[in-house]
């Protein structure tokens, strides 16, 4: 069964930086477009930004210049670098399959919390 295990939350002050990790356990790593996602608290969930198994990028607007999206198939992760964190970044942050038909069990996320 593929498991999702988010990490790297915390706590950091406006203008900080955070990088938070996804380990997938189980197959198919290697050709999975991966995407990170955040909800905050009484949101619906949303798409921070993907990669594709050749490690092409796209990223949702808010966070476009200040995240970047990285992977490492050796290791069945993949990562979001946060730099220039805004309160508004505030949510936790899960990743998955960024298509729907290949999803998997959400993980428990991890939570970033940007103070002002």
């Known amino acids: 069964q593929v498991r999702l295990v988010e990490s790297g939350g915390g706590l950091v002050q406006a203008g900080g930086s955070l990088r938070l990790s996804c380990a997938v356990f189980?197959?198919?790593?290697?050709?999975?477009?991966m995407g990170w996602y955040r909800q905050a608290p009484g949101k619906q969930r949303d798409f921070v930004g993907g990669?594709?198994?050749?490690?092409?990028?796209n990223y949702a607007d808010s966070v476009k210049g200040r995240f970047t999206i990285s992977r490492d198939n050796a290791k069945n992760t993949v990562y979001l670098q946060m730099n220039s964190l805004k309160p508004e970044d505030t949510a936790v942050y899960y990743c998955?399959?960024?298509?729907?038909?290949?999803?998997?069990?959400w993980g428990q996320g991890t939570q970033v919390t940007v103070s002002s």
């Open positions: 998955n399959d960024a298509r729907e038909t290949f999803r998997i069990s």
């Open positions: 189980g197959s198919m790593f290697s050709v999975r477009t």
């Open positions: 990669i594709t198994s050749s490690g092409g990028t």
